[in-house]
């Protein structure tokens, strides 16, 4: 991926990280790329990935850009739900290693049972695990790589980034910002259908703007009346748990930004309110605002 000088966004939720090579501000867009194979000399428990040399620009399409991507964040601020909407836009696999722990929770495979401990008390699953779990599913047939992929939940930790950077050129890294009274009002509000799994929040949040920044308003997002009788709880869904998961992402996350920021990757994004205010601002802080399909991503 390269980086092109571009007019800044209009939005106040957008802030770039790193000093700027020259005193205008700078917006990161994506560049059509030629793929070059490549393996990890670090780590040979990755398969081989997508590496990537800047070409000349090219009027591609969304689907035609092969983006490496990864999102950052607090437990809750809504990487999976943003992530998941790029890769349909973008038509890239979306890899969250939060469903594959889920994944492997509900398998009653070999490490399910050592997860849910780890889960419900709210720490945070080892280096080992994730990259095992991850392993597995960039072999996974179409979630190879290849056609490039967007992360979501990895890396937690700089030992991660290491290892990631050793076996992979990662374009960009989208670090999504929210107030953390409104993320664990979000958090305690995550409801699932236990018939067909759904994902869903009872939370209607509305909150004062702090320090002169606008209300932040975020509606429910309610099951279909099918569901309503069957809504559980994550059992790892409690205040004192969520309090603790982001007290050790906080601790873990800032030596990451860090890492990401010295590379000149790190795009911190604060999201203003709930999806119909945030989306719009995220395509055009990513330069894809101009789309005709980016709708279908939002549906």
Known sequence: MQLSEGTPAASSTLRLAGPPPAPQSRRY?????????????????????????????????????NVQWVFLGCPGVGKGTYASRLSSLLGVPHIATGDLVRDE???????????????NQGKLVSDEIIINLLSKRLEDGGAKGESGFILDGFPRTVRQAEILDGVTDIDL??????????ILEKCLGRRICSQCGGNFNIA???IKGENGKPDISMAPLLPP????????????DTEEVVKERLRIYHELSEP????????????????????????????????????????????
Request: a neutral charge.
């Open 204 to 206: 209607n949040i509305n």
């Open 225 to 236: 009346s099918h569901c309503s009788s069957k809504l559980i709880t994550r059992s790892d």
């Open 105 to 119: 929770l509900n398998s009653s495979g070999p490490l399910s049972k050592q997860l849910s401990e780890l889960v």
């Open 29 to 65: 867009r994506y560049r059509d790329d030629e793929l070059l194979v490549a393996s990890s000399p670090k780590d040979p428990r990755f398969p081989a990935t997508v590496a990537r040399k800047a070409a000349s620009p090219a009027a591609a399409t969304p689907r035609q850009r």
């Open 256 to 299: 990451v930004e860090e890492s990401y920021r010295k590379q000149g990757k790190l795009l911190e994004f604060e999201l203003p309110g709930g999806i119909p205010e945030s989306w719009p601002k995220l395509l055009q802080a990513l330069n894809l605002d101009d789309h005709d399909d980016k709708q279908s991503a939002a549906a």
């Open 173 to 182: 890294v989208i670090n999504l910002k929210l107030r953390e009274d409104i």
